[in-house]
């Protein structure tokens, strides 16, 4: 069979980490989580090349002059990006690849490989069909605020990321609420197994 990508995006602070979390423990036969490149400093208990690989700003920007880079994208004042060559390893050692991606990222990666699937995963009080995403941004700042690793101009910055991701999820091929973990990882379960 062949392999696919799926790319995953979400607001920072929707749950998105722990629904994959959730979803690899369950599916790591088949499917595994891509390790991006970031030049943000890695947090407590981040470990280099299982997290992220950590670069330097430098050495990101020497790879993206190289054309190294399936898609990157600068958020919150860094960079982050997936390696061309990381990909196609993968799916030479027989994976399905998840990508967990911003949504500039994602639109790259869908404009190159029109077969990746995209998924948008939301918080509750987001009406995607109605367009309104205010309840979905309340939700989004408790949550982030909760978290308390973040200070509050990184916590603004991610804010208005979050709307902005909101709106761009209309591209997307499928929207899956983050209103129960179990629930959205059985949603996202029904998707790769079409
Ligand atoms: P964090 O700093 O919380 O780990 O990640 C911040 C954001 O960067 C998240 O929205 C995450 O999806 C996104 N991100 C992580 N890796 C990549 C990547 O390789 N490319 C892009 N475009 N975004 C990424």
Do not use: W
Not at 26 to 32: A, C, V
Not at 58 to 81: D, H, P, V
Not at 103 to 114: D, E, F, N, R
Not at 142 to 157: P, V, W, Y
Request: hydrophobic share 35%.
């Amino acid at each position: 069979m062949n392999k696919k990508l799926y790319v995953i995006s979400g607001c920072s602070g929707v749950g998105k980490g722990t629904v994959l979390k959730e979803f690899m423990k369950r599916n790591s036969d088949n499917f595994m989580l891509s390790v991006s490149c970031t030049t943000r400093k890695p947090r407590e208990g981040e470990i280099d090349g299982v997290n992220y690989f950590f670069l330097t700003h430098e050495q990101f920007e020497q790879n993206i002059k190289e054309g190294k880079f399936l898609e990157y994208a600068q958020f919150a004042g860094n960079y982050y990006g997936t390696k061309e060559k990381y990909i196609k390893q993968k799916f030479d050692e027989g994976y399905n690849i998840i990508l967990e991606i911003d949504t500039q990222g994602a639109l790259q990666v869908k404009a190159k490989m029109p077969e990746a699937v995209l998924i948008f995963i939301a918080p509750p009080g987001v009406n995607i069909e109605n367009n309104d995403i205010s309840g979905g941004l309340i939700e989004l700042e408790n949550r982030l605020r909760g978290r308390h690793t973040e200070d509050e101009a990184t916590i603004q910055k991610r804010l208005a990321q979050a709307r902005t991701e909101l709106e761009r999820s209309k591209k997307y091929d499928f929207i899956v609420i983050n209103d129960s973990v179990d629930r959205a990882v059985k949603e996202i379960e029904g998707i790769v197994k079409k």
